[in-house]
């Protein structure tokens, strides 16, 4: 049996479609990654599925059972940690977990030993005679977790789990998540990190505008749009119009100071080495010279030649603002394939790739710039 | 555009999870069992707010006893003329004033479950197999306790300032009887309110806009037969007028029947009407 079946939901919010006919399926024991940036759908989704909004339309099945007429009997199989800690914050951790033990039905016995077994567990022991209140976001998230595993759910829902959290509690967040699967719980975890994804979740299903727009694993989204890049910042934008020369493939950025490498498989650090060495060479200094991951901005603009639905940056690459993207040539595509392919002296030299309108992902990088700004930049400096 | 699925499940080979969640409740019995200490779970969380809240500590305990100080001392001179023999005015004041902050109390109970929706706890009473009903009648049942506490300690000032129940233990503790069923309804009352008008600080106005007319417009400060006529025939309708009067009667002396049978017919009538509306409006906008 599914744990999930998801067919055709819809759910509007006046104005807004938050879900335009979603179709999604997990299996039993499975981990899927719902990924999207803010106000694509993930926690309307997550609501719906929870039991705690009805949708307009459309079925929703939790192992087999309706979510609107069996409600109560989903609810008995199912945990939710929300985006926003779902805690009382005047009462103690062991209050709290304690009052959701008996809430669950347990005895009050029960739901004592299974509160301490889960403060141990999620390294709350300290504060756990402490009012919720005075416990850091990590904290708080740490026993909104705990929370929802007073019983072991068959099913567990985790909205953006770690957004906002210090590295930490990211990885004990993480690590327990990983013991829950492992022990058979099924899991439905949403997030903007396509990196928490890919690490979490066997399956990725993206969400954009209340739509799933593509499913795979972590690796076939990264193949989609490219894989890694070398990512160069030079010391002096002057520079970068002999840099682009001189670099196989690489393609100019908005900033006048940056400029990307794609790398194909397995070839990270000959990439690498050959930018380091041809910029020594010719004599140009770096601010900055990394591999850079593909970023979720990266696989929306890849998938859908659109910004991001919020238009909010999600992971610190500055925002591609949606206007400046709209523009695009459709899938850009070529960027990825192409230029990853020509590692050689190819034609993909920088000004090229902005002329013939340039890959789409470019203007993921664009902090917000237009692609016109773009094109301008690449001539003043040409 | 959409990516083909090329990942397996990885359902294969993994255990179920093992669920140790209890069944549920399929016959009456247990349905009210699950009901009854869903509510006590969710009392024994307000009690504990209750407590750890020192503004509404205040409000609630330290503000009725200074009242009964305040208006004895301030009113006292002037209401002693309308008063029969022999009676004072702590003595005819205290059994008014527990209707009194009753009614002011209620206006907390629809604060404190407004700003209940607002936080994220309800969102996970709502997604546990608890009954949903429990949010309201803890929180009515955990302002009942603190009711007769609160009752309690203005009991003990009155004694202090001369107060006496002269018609012994039964009536008193009917008195005080009388004056908790009043408060409760008075709660549910204003849990229905916290339903309809949203926000904390919405459901205060709302409650004082109720609560000031009703407070004056009754017998608990002073005989309604000093009134203008207009408002006499208000103040003696009122149901706040029948539990200051029963309680009234039931501590000192006096009349007790009447105003006993229309206080508790007032209560329970409210209740039996409202308790189903606020369920049920509950359910539907949580
Ligand atoms: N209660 C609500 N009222 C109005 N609009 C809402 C409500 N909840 C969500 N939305 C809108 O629905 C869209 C999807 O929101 P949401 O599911 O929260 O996205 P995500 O969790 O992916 O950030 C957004 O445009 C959001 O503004
Ligand atoms: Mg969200």
């Given at each position: 049996m599914s744990a999930v079946t998801v067919s055709q939901v819809r759910k509007r919010f006046g104005e807004t479609e938050a879900l335009a006919g979603v179709d999604l399926t997990v299996d039993e024991g499975e981990v899927v990654g719902l990924l999207g940036p803010n106000g694509a759908g993930k926690t309307t989704l997550v609501r719906?599925?929870?039991?705690?909004?009805?949708?307009?339309?459309?079925?929703?099945?939790?192992?087999?059972?309706?979510?609107?007429?069996?409600?109560?009997?989903?609810?008995?199989?199912?945990?939710?940690?929300?985006?926003?800690?779902?805690?009382?914050?005047?009462?103690?951790?062991?209050?709290?977990?304690?009052?959701?033990?008996?809430?669950?039905?347990?005895?009050?016995?029960?739901?004592?030993?299974?509160?301490?077994?889960?403060?141990?567990?999620?390294?709350?022991?300290?504060?756990?005679?402490?009012?919720?209140?005075?416990?850091?976001?990590?904290m708080r998230r740490r026993l909104d977790l705990a929370s929802s595993l007073l019983v072991r759910p068959r099913l567990l829902f985790l909205d953006e789990?770690?957004?906002?959290?210090?590295?930490?509690?990211?990885?004990?967040?993480?690590?327990?998540?990983?013991?829950?699967?492992?022990?058979?719980?099924?899991?439905?975890?949403?997030?903007?990190?396509?990196?928490?994804?890919?690490?979490?979740?066997?399956?990725?299903?993206?969400?954009?505008?209340?739509?799933i727009i593509a499913e795979g694993t972590g690796d076939d989204l990264k193949d989609a749009i490219g894989g890694q890049v070398v990512d160069v910042v030079l010391l002096d934008p002057a520079d970068r119009s002999r840099a682009l020369e001189a670099v196989p493939a690489a393609e100019p950025l908005s900033d006048p100071r940056r400029f990307r490498v794609p790398v194909a498989e397995d070839s990270a650090l000959g990439v690498l080495g050959t930018v380091a060495d041809t910029l020594r060479r010719i004599g140009i200094e770096v601010h900055d010279l990394g591999l850079r991951r593909p970023t979720l901005d990266d696989v929306f603009l890849?998938?859908?030649?659109?910004?991001?639905a919020g238009g909010a940056a999600s992971d610190g690459q500055g925002g591609a603002d949606t206007s400046s993207?709209?523009?695009?040539?459709?899938?850009?595509?070529?960027?990825?394939?192409?230029?990853?392919?020509?590692?050689?002296?190819?034609?993909?030299?920088?000004?090229?790739?902005?002329?013939?309108?340039?890959?789409?992902?470019?203007?993921?990088?664009?902090?917000?710039?237009?692609?016109?700004?773009?094109?301008?930049?690449?001539?003043?400096?040409? | 555009?959409?990516?083909?699925?090329?990942?397996?499940?990885?359902?294969?080979?993994r255990p179920r999870a093992d669920t140790a969640a209890v069944p549920a409740p399929t016959h009456l019995g247990g349905r009210i069992y699950w009901q009854g200490r869903?509510?006590?779970?969710?009392?024994?969380?307000?009690l504990r707010h209750f407590v750890r809240q020192p503004r509404l500590l205040v409000f609630s305990t330290i503000q009725p006893m200074m009242f009964v100080v305040l208006f004895s001392f301030v009113f006292g001179g002037i209401a002693q003329v309308a008063l029969p023999e022999g009676v004072t005015y702590i003595d005819f004041l205290l059994p008014g004033l527990f209707v009194h902050s009753a009614a002011f109390r209620?206006?907390?109970?629809?604060?404190?479950?407004?700003?209940?929706?607002?936080?994220?706890?309800?969102?996970?009473?709502?997604?546990?197999?608890?009954?949903?009903?429990?949010?309201?009648?803890?929180r009515t049942l955990a302002d009942l306790v603190r009711s007769l506490a609160v009752v309690g300690l203005m009991i003990g000032v009155g004694y202090a300032l001369g107060f006496r129940f002269t018609e012994g233990l039964l009536a008193a503790v009917g008195a005080v009887l009388v004056v908790s069923l009043f408060s409760f309804m008075m709660s549910w009352l204003f849990c229905t309110l916290a339903l309809w008008v949203p926000g904390a600080e919405a459901a205060q106005t709302a409650g004082f806009v109720f609560i000031f007319p009703l407070v004056f417009g009754s017998s608990i400060f002073v005989p309604i037969e000093t009134m203008p006529d207009w408002l006499a025939l208000f103040a003696a309708n009122s149901p706040l007028?029948?539990?200051?009067?029963?309680?009234?009667?039931?501590?000192?002396?006096?009349?007790?029947?009447?105003?006993?049978?229309?206080?508790?017919?007032w209560s329970v009538g409210v209740l039996a009407v409202i308790i189903p509306l606020a369920v049920r409006r509950y359910r539907r906008i949580v």
């Open positions: 719906v599925l929870a039991t705690l909004l009805p949708p307009d339309a459309g079925q929703a099945r939790i192992f087999g059972l309706n979510v609107v007429d069996d409600a109560n009997a989903v609810r008995r199989s199912i945990g939710l940690t929300g985006q926003h800690a779902a805690v009382d914050e005047l009462l103690t951790g062991r209050e709290n977990l304690r009052m959701f033990g008996e809430l669950f039905h347990l005895s009050g016995r029960r739901a004592g030993d299974r509160a301490d077994e889960l403060l141990d567990r999620f390294d709350l022991a300290d504060a756990a005679d402490r009012p919720a209140r005075t416990y850091s976001g990590g789990p770690t957004t906002g959290l210090d590295p930490r509690s990211r990885n004990a967040i993480w690590e327990v998540t990983r013991e829950l699967v492992d022990d058979g719980t099924t899991l439905l975890l949403t997030t903007q990190y396509l990196e928490e994804a890919d690490q979490l979740a066997d399956r990725i299903a993206v969400i954009d505008h209340g739509d890849e998938l859908t030649g659109d910004g991001p993207t709209t523009a695009g040539d459709g899938q850009g595509g070529a960027h990825a394939s192409s230029t990853t392919a020509g590692d050689g002296q190819g034609g993909a030299d920088g000004s090229n790739s902005t002329d013939d309108g340039a890959p789409s992902a470019d203007a993921a990088e664009a902090g917000g710039s237009a692609r016109g700004d773009d094109d301008d930049d690449q001539e003043a400096v040409a | 555009m959409t990516t083909s699925t090329t990942s397996e499940p990885g359902a294969a080979g869903d509510t006590w779970t969710v009392t024994k969380r307000n209620s206006t907390q109970t629809a604060v404190g479950l407004a700003e209940d929706l607002e936080r994220g706890v309800v969102d996970r009473f709502r997604s546990l197999p608890m009954s949903r009903a429990a949010v309201l009648s803890g007028t029948h539990a200051a009067d029963a309680a009234r009667a039931l501590s000192i002396g006096g009349e007790a029947l009447r105003p006993v049978l229309l206080s508790v017919a």
